[in-house]
């Protein structure tokens, strides 16, 4: 693409091994605006390290709300021929970005297993999850339709248009640094919005390169905008966007009460909001549930990524008859897990992201001893050290601890028991969040009325996987606002324009 300056940069020994970035293709290390790759306008930069090892990958920019403006301005500037693209046109482009993306997808596996310590085929599934929304919105791209209404007199012709909202800035967290781009990203440009966005500090490296992958496509310039920043400027980058009369729209994925501050900044120019936040899950046990697959289901949901995911288990109820049984199984398959490194093909939990969650993890575990729970497996600091952390089984969960009342996003499964239906789910509800829960049972009537009664925006009924790009992701109460993937998604980035056509014979 025009313009393009391309930067080869002098990478570890580690990076140069997995990317081969000494050799047929080029590491970026900057910002992505209109089509170039740029530094921060201050020259200042910030290191993106290896949560396995403590090895600086790469230099990047660390950018403020300044360079948030230049990005937001290019935004604005390739919307005004974006937003003119046919759904066909924009299809064909996205097709093609899908394409690029599968061609290259163990690079970018790589790339985020070395920043974000995840295992290696976590990875690989996090860039074909990655990839089905841009496949899945290149097809959208076609259908996204008005309605010809039936007019109450006959002088009228009614019908409405859905058009973009414009310039929409993304937020985004580390623990799924392409996977949550890609759904945002590829839903607004869908719609015909451009989109400036602002990934973690943890985890720049992965939206830079797929941000390259979409300049490879041909996504035209100043269409897909990337600023880094440092967490001492991320406040004032997130401050700029929200205030920003230019940005229609804000995509947030992260902590509620980060979230609770994007909303509150976003009054004053009124824009669109998409917040998904926190989460609480519940995984619920019946006795009539096949206690094998309900293990497999929840070792899947609370071990992947380690723990780091807004969907995790957090609280395992189990039903008091097949409480003991279900606990032996539950702690022989924890028992089983190997941590390490995730470049090492044998490992299954990787380090926690960084030494802040590191000691948040630590912490709960702790306050839970006090204050009776059990540890059956793990319940420390491993031996490899750094941010590495042992799968933990913590039993005799109670209400006043706080890895029941909050997020613990680790390796640490917490079990309770419970008696009868209607209490399971008092328990389960019991919670701000209401992000993903989950329950086990074979009984078609106690299926009915739980998946009802639960009060979280996705219910996970003998499934322990639940996202697809087919369907609508998003929470309830306060663990959000709006929807991502399946049709839903575009409404988020699309606003309602309605004709009245009136003096007609």
Not at 286 to 291: E, I, R, T, V
């Amino acid at each position: 693409m025009i313009g393009v300056v391309l930067k080869r940069v002098v990478c570890s020994p580690q990076v140069n091994r997995v990317l081969s970035c000494t050799s047929h293709r080029d590491f970026h290390d900057k910002g992505y605006i209109m089509g170039e790759w740029v530094g921060a306008k201050s020259g200042k930069t910030f290191d993106v390290t290896n949560p396995a090892t403590d090895q600086v990958l790469a230099k990047v920019p660390d950018m403020d709300e300044h360079d948030a403006e230049a990005s937001i301005q290019a935004a604005q500037t390739a919307f005004l021929s974006w937003r003119h693209t046919t759904g066909k046109e924009r299809s064909k482009l996205m097709r093609k970005w899908y394409d690029v993306i599968i061609k290259r997808k163990d690079e970018m596996a790589k790339l985020i297993t070395l920043e974000n310590g995840k295992p290696l085929a976590e990875s690989l599934g996090e860039i074909i999850y990655s990839s089905d929304y841009v496949e899945f919105y290149s097809e959208e791209a076609r259908r996204i339709h008005g309605e010809i209404l039936s007019s109450p007199a006959k002088s009228k012709e009614m019908m409405f248009v859905r058009e973009p909202i414009g310039v929409v800035a993304m937020l985004v967290p580390w623990n799924f640094p392409t996977a949550m781009i890609a759904r945002k990203v590829s839903a607004a440009l869908a719609a015909g919005c451009t989109c400036t966005i602002k990934p973690s500090e943890d985890t720049p490296l992965s939206t830079i390169l797929l941000a390259a992958t979409a300049e490879e496509a041909g996504i035209p310039l100043g269409v897909i905008n990337v600023i880094t920043s440092s967490r001492q400027h991320a406040a004032g980058v997130g401050a700029k966007f929200c205030t920003s009369h230019e940005v229609r729209g804000i995509s947030f994925t992260g902590s509620t009460g980060v979230g609770n501050l994007l909303y509150k900044q976003c009054a004053s120019t009124t824009k669109r909001l998409a917040l998904e936040l926190g989460g609480n899950a519940p995984f619920i046990v019946f006795d009539s549930a096949d206690l094998d697959n309900a293990v497999v289901g929840a070792m899947a949901s609370k071990f992947r990524n380690g723990g780091q995911t807004c969907v995790a288990t957090n609280r395992i109820l189990i039903q008091d008859k097949v409480y003991d049984v279900f606990i032996s199984k539950l702690k022989d398959a924890i028992s089983k897990l190997v941590v390490g490194d995730g470049l090492d093909p044998k490992t299954n939990i990787g380090p926690l992201i960084n030494m802040a969650q590191f000691h948040k993890v630590a912490a709960m575990v702790d306050d839970a001893k006090e204050k009776g729970a059990k540890v059956l497996v793990g319940g420390k600091h491993h031996s490899l050290g750094r941010t590495y952390y042992e799968p933990t089984l913590l039993v005799d969960i109670k209400q006043d601890m706080l890895c029941y009342q909050q997020e613990i996003f680790g390796p640490v499964a917490m079990t309770m028991k419970f008696k009868t239906e209607e209490e399971a789910i008092r328990i389960a509800n019991n919670t701000r969040s209401g992000l993903a829960s989950y329950f086990y049972s074979n009984d078609f009537s106690q299926i009915r009325r739980v998946s009802h009664a639960l009060e979280y925006g996705m219910v996970g009924i003998n499934e322990g996987i639940i996202s697809a790009a087919e369907a609508p992701f998003g929470g309830v109460k306060e663990s959000g606002l709006g929807r991502e993937g399946s049709k839903h998604g575009l409404d988020e980035y699309c606003n309602i324009k309605y004709f009245c056509i009136g003096g007609l014979n």
